[in-house]
């Protein structure tokens, strides 16, 4: 099964119908894509920022995060990257901060400056390839209106310092109930689902890492349906993100909801795409 698998890791996703699906990668660490070959994934669909910074000493400044960034957006290879602001809690603890139970952008704009030292070294990443800067946790236009304030801060605050910048794409995670029954109301770029948070919060639990069990309640499925259709009628990407998106029973689930791209691990890369060229959508 692992040989079969490993055949279908050079060519792009498709089911067993022929319908093209995308596969990016998440990072949580730089290491993880060593031993990846980029033309293997369709970029990458998630950066979690909390953990690259978690294992360090201290929380890594601009010019820190910018080296960092920009190995990413190189390896990449002009494949779109889509780095995410930091989202501590739930187990992540940045170095050298107190998140004062705040969690995502939430987070962020209680601690203008740090985000903004992140949004300029994002800015300045944007230089080097194809970025969408992702924001977590949103759960309000409001919140959103705060981070792009923020953001245009960022790049005024780069204009004076006489620094080149690029201009990202600005993504929202999709993780939290309020942030699906607004969908509309928020003005962005494209999603990404966080299936782990999400689940939770519909669901009413605690967030178990990595379970993907709470994933299976129909209520779920319900909420990722919606965001889709909104996505499709507004002509904005999706992406599903969270251990239960590529957990290779669901996998035909997310195809027939209508999920066209799929955010998974290194190690889960091989698994994901044979689970995808599995599934007939043309079948009933
Ligand atoms: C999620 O919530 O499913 C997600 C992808 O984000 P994180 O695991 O970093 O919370
Ligand atoms: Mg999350």
């Not at 060519?11 to 293997?40: C, K, M, Y």
């Not at 499709?232 to 999920?259: M, Q």
Request: net charge neutral.
């Amino acid at each position: 099964r692992r040989a079969r698998d490993a055949a279908l890791l050079p060519a792009p996703a498709r089911t067993a119908d022929g319908v093209p699906v995308r596969v990016s990668l998440s990072v949580d660490e730089i290491a993880q894509l060593r031993a990846v070959d980029p033309a293997h994934a369709d970029g990458i669909g998630l950066v979690r920022t909390e953990a690259m910074f978690m294992t360090r000493a201290s929380t890594p400044g601009e010019e820190g995060q910018l080296a960092l960034y920009r190995i990413l957006l190189q390896w990449a290879g002009g494949r779109p990257v889509t780095i995410r602001t930091v989202d501590p809690g739930a187990g992540k603890a940045l170095p050298g901060v107190a998140d004062g139970g705040l969690r995502g952008v939430a987070f962020g704009l209680a601690n203008p400056e740090l985000f903004r030292t992140q949004l300029r070294a994002m800015l300045r990443a944007a230089c080097f390839g194809d970025l969408t800067v992702l924001l977590p946790m949103l759960e309000s236009p409001e919140q959103l209106a705060g981070a792009r304030a923020l953001l245009d801060q960022a790049a005024a605050e780069l204009r004076q310092a006489g620094r080149s910048f690029g201009q990202p794409r600005l993504a929202m995670m999709v993780e939290t109930r309020p942030a699906v029954e607004r969908i509309a109301e928020f003005a962005v770029d494209a999603y990404a689902v966080g299936l782990g948070d999400l689940a939770a919060a519909v669901l009413g639990q605690a967030r178990d890492a990595g379970d993907p069990e709470p994933a299976r309640h129909p209520a779920v499925a319900e909420h990722v349906r919606r965001v889709l259709e909104h996505a499709r009628s507004a002509g904005k990407p999706v992406s599903l993100c969270g251990a239960a998106a590529v957990e290779p029973e669901l996998i035909p689930t997310w195809l027939r909801l209508g999920v066209r791209e799929f955010c998974a691990p290194a190690p889960a890369l091989a698994a994901t795409k044979a689970a995808i060229a599995a599934v007939d959508l043309s079948a009933a």
